[in-house]
């Protein structure tokens, strides 16, 4: 049985087909790449002999006989093919604790295979990726796929994180839109079945991604490449989902450490930045303790994205009037001009929240522009998908349809009652009507 070959039999052409030596023939396909082959065959054929399924992945695991799978000697198809197999044996493990422990165990062992190995490190890359997602797809416990799926972000490259429209050119920057990644959470068992830890792991680990993504295009970055400068965005945006998912694990002021305070001050600084196209998502986020905690040890950024996520302009200008604050602009290279741009939308978002009708005259108030330019920021608040309105040139009113709400207290739900009870009473009004003519035709 131990017998030591001088190249690796393939595995397209040995392990494809399933036969009664199909063991045997795996643990040739992985025995050349140990530090002692006969051995390893020999201890594996032990296993196999006993009917020892968690001891034969141990050995496999402990020699790392894996490693020779990412060489150069096989093709991604044909790693994932020997490592499939390999997989199937966690199904013949008897204690389902050692079961879980070896699937991660594998996985682990298949990341570290890789390590300090600097030859096709892409190829290299693309291999473990995928012969986690065989293994990620073989499994059904909802912890073991979050920390599967972490790994392969971990694992994947570039290319296959990078967020993409159309849809379709990597199923992994799919599955990890924030929709489908919420599905696919709550189908694999959601809040019952997967612990926080996990969550934050995997959370972390695309937040991680998306830097290298904006690493690389970022450094290729070309101002007239508009499809570049999409992709930056739409890495951006997707990291600012994940961290503050991330944050949304937290729910204890006093067990933040360092790391998680750093995620919640970058989130709040992204939020300035950028409180538009990300208006839905981070319309919490005032309400994350992580992000609370800032008061105490970033008070200024604080104040200033409470400004922006619930404020109005003249609390902007009232904050920039304040020399002691205005250093948060630096600190944290914050665009002025950008930041008076958005509060101006977001002001005039509010403005159409509280009113079915604007005059010209009080948008014209509330931003401290001129008339003339009104109809030219309802413009840029419509563009940004805050607002659907109407503009009355002959009135000089501007009739709101839909808008964006940046908070929800008391003043709106009494808002809302006012709103509900004047429909009422309109739907009231057709419907005597409707009686009334009734009745008439009837009498006639």
């Known amino acids: 049985m131990a017998t030591s070959l001088l190249s690796p039999p393939h595995p397209s052409s040995t392990l494809v087909n399933i036969s009664d030596d199909a063991d045997p023939r795996l643990i040739r396909v992985l025995a050349p790449s140990t530090s002692d082959p006969a051995a390893f065959e020999s201890n594996c054929a032990s296993a196999i002999s006993a009917g020892d399924a968690a001891g034969l992945l141990r050995t496999v695991i402990d020699a790392g006989a894996i490693a020779g799978l990412l060489t150069a000697d096989y093709t991604t198809d044909e790693a994932v093919s020997a490592f499939s197999l390999l997989t199937v044996y966690l199904e013949r493990v008897d204690d389902k604790k050692a079961e879980r422990d070896l699937c991660g165990a594998l996985a682990d062992a298949v990341g570290k295979a890789g390590k300090g190995d600097d030859g096709a490190e892409g190829n290299k890359g693309e291999k473990q990726s995928a012969m986690v997602a065989a293994l990620f797809n073989l499994r059904t416990d909802g912890n073991e ?35 489908s990644i919420k599905a696919s959470l709550v189908l694999w068992g959601g809040d019952d079945t ?36 999409m992709k930056i965005e739409a890495a951006k945006k997707r ?32 939020a300035i930045r950028d409180p538009i196209t990300l208006f839905s998502t981070q319309r919490r986020i005032l309400s994350l ?39 948060v602009f630096g600190t944290f290279k914050l665009n002025e001009d950008e930041c008076m741009r958005n509060m101006c939308l977001l002001s005039l978002v509010s403005l159409a929240s509280e009113h079915e009708e604007i005059p010209y005259s009080a948008i ?29 040139q002959l009135r000089k009113v501007v009739l709101v349809e839909r808008c964006a709400v940046r908070q929800f207290g008391t003043k709106e739900w009494t808002a809302l009652k006012h709103r509900l009870d004047k429909w009422k009473a309109n739907v009231k009004g057709v419907l005597d009507a409707l009686d009334k003519s009734g009745a008439v035709a009837d009498g006639q």
């Not at 967020?163 to 050119?169: I, K, L, N, T």
């Not at 014209?364 to 607002?387: K, P, Q």
């Open 239 to 270: 990291k600012q989902t994940y961290m503050l998912l991330l944050l949304e694990t937290y729910n204890d002021e006093s067990k933040l450490d360092s790391e998680v305070t750093a995620y919640a001050r970058e989130a709040s600084v992204y």
């Open 194 to 229: 997967i612990d926080n830890a996990t969550l934050r792991a995997l959370y972390k680990a695309v937040s991680e991604g998306m830097d290298r993504v904006l690493a690389k295009l970022e450094k290729n970055d070309n101002e007239e490449d508009k499809t570049v400068k």
């Open 289 to 327: 303790p992580s992000v609370s905690a800032l008061r105490k040890t970033e008070s200024a950024l604080y104040d200033l994205l409470k400004i922006f996520m619930e404020g109005k302009l003249q609390d902007y200008r009232d904050f920039t009037a304040m020399p002691d604050k205005m250093t």
């Open 364 to 392: 014209a108030s509330t931003l401290n522009i001129e008339e003339d330019d009104v109809e030219r920021w309802v413009i840029r608040a419509v563009g940004s998908g805050l607002m659907d309105a109407k503009m009355d």
């Open 145 to 179: 796929k979050v920390k599967l799926l972490t790994k392969i972000v971990e694992l994947s490259d570039v290319l296959a994180l990078s967020p993409s429209e159309p849809r379709g050119v990597s199923a992994l920057a799919d599955m990890l839109d924030a929709s």
